[in-house]
């Protein structure tokens, strides 16, 4: 009886070993598995197992080249550009260009006078095209009735990625008068620009008639995008004859 007990015994606590173990082992498998990501090949695009960047490095793929990726370290957001057009036609320097797109939109007051300086240059550059004396062909009130001070301070101050949550989203609207209320993809905010630069008070100012240069406009058409499609939207690629 006294041999039954201790054989007995001996059982349950290999029993109790073995379940602990069963445990253990199940619980690092739940833990494991949800956090390991899995190397699936050096080719794949993607930044998995041990690599250092984006197929590279690491214990199995080769080293990664410097202008390879690398996601290392603390990400922030830089560029908060929303109307890249206005930095590229006021933009006096690269620096000043990522200056302002790096900026918040809160400080962007700085830029006024850089932008308005550039309009007024614009303007003594076309009187010597057009060969007359440059104090005689200045900035007049647009079609929004802005002078140059108002125009600049609004092209530098506001993001043109807004919203209207009470009415129509507009770059911008003639009939309506609204303007800078959001964009369609279909609105050609390149020459909306140009006509409030170099329009004038009916936005005809400077359209190629009466011997002056074309200015109101950069001729570029919507072409054959379809914008009711998905992205990206491309026109019908070119054939050679």
């Keep these: 009886m006294k041999n039954y007990k201790i054989k007995s015994y001996k059982s349950n606590v290999f029993f109790v070993f073995m379940l602990i173990a069963l445990i253990f082992i199940q619980c690092k498998d739940d833990d494991d598995n949800g956090n390991v990501i899995e190397l699936i090949s050096c080719d794949d695009g993607i930044q998995n197992g041990d690599e250092d960047g984006i197929d590279c490095g690491g214990s199995v793929c080769p080293p ?4 390879q990726l690398n996601f290392d370290g603390n990400f922030v957001q830089e560029d908060i550009a929303g109307r890249p057009g206005v930095n590229i036609i006021f933009g006096i320097t690269d620096l000043s260009k990522n200056n302002f797109n790096v900026s918040e939109v809160a400080n962007r007051t700085i ?3 850089d932008f308005q300086e550039v309009i007024e240059n614009y303007y003594d550059i076309y009187a010597i095209s057009l060969d007359i004396p440059a104090d ?14 108002t125009f600049t301070t609004i092209m530098s101050n506001y993001d043109a990625l ?3 949550p009470d009415g129509p989203t507009t770059y911008y609207n003639a009939t309506n008068n609204l303007v800078f209320t959001g964009r369609y993809l279909s609105d050609d905010v390149m020459d909306f620009t140009l006509k409030l630069m170099f329009g004038g008070v009916d936005g005809t100012r400077f359209d190629g008639n009466n011997d002056t240069p074309q200015l109101t406009t950069d ?3 919507l072409g054959d995008r379809d914008f009711t499609l998905s992205f990206p939207y491309l026109e019908v690629p070119l054939t050679l004859e």
């Design 111 to 113: 830029f006024q006078e």
């Design 64 to 67: 990664c080249q410097d202008y």
């Design 136 to 149: 005689e062909l200045n900035y007049e009130n647009n079609i929004l009735n802005w002078n140059a001070e």
């Design 219 to 221: 001729a570029v058409g």
């Design 162 to 164: 807004q919203v209207a």
